[in-house]
């Protein structure tokens, strides 16, 4: 059974529309990956979706959501819930049911202070994001109970922390 995985950020346009696309990607079969935000932008960062197209990633299903759709009684179940910005780590959630394991995984806004800030920075935010993702992927998240793969989790985004040289 794939177990879901929620990717959050504030305006759910950049950082964590890359960590749904990579992870559903890398982890398919595996991982079921969505992404949401506290504050939607409405649309995906377009730099982010062309660095996505030049990876060969699928985009299509790709979109700028609330949340709120992750809180709902409809909604999937999730298995895991991962902020990808600082802001997003210091809101209050929503309620998530099923208590899904939660960990934090600070990645610097790629779009910067500009509206849509430039390639280079998407593709170093994508390379941060695909190491930890791999790394995630080493993890044998079936036999470890929900603490131990929250303290790996949390351990993988505090290790790979502060690289300044785009690959981590």
Not at 84 to 111: F, L, M, R, Y
Request: hydrophobic residues 35%; contains cysteine.
């Amino acid at each position: 059974m794939s177990k879901n995985v929620l990717f959050l950020c504030t305006g759910n346009s950049a950082r964590s529309i890359l960590a749904e696309a990579l992870l559903n990607k890398l982890g398919e079969g595996r991982f079921v990956a969505y992404s949401a935000g506290s504050h939607p932008r409405g649309e995906p960062n377009p730099l982010a979706l062309k660095l996505l197209e030049t990876k060969g990633h699928e985009k299509s299903g790709l979109r700028s959501k609330s949340w709120t759709e992750f809180a709902a009684l409809d909604a999937p179940f999730l298995h895991c819930v991962l902020t990808v910005c600082d802001n997003a780590k210091g809101e209050t959630c929503p309620i998530w049911p099923g208590h899904p394991v939660q960990a934090h995984w600070g990645i610097p806004d790629p779009a910067g202070t500009t509206d849509d800030g430039r390639l280079e920075d998407f593709e170093i935010a994508y390379q941060r994001l695909a190491r930890r993702i791999e790394a995630m992927l080493k993890l044998d998240e079936e036999k470890l109970d929900p603490k131990e793969w929250r303290d790996a989790l949390t351990a993988i985004g505090r290790d790979m922390e502060g690289a300044t040289d785009g690959t981590v």
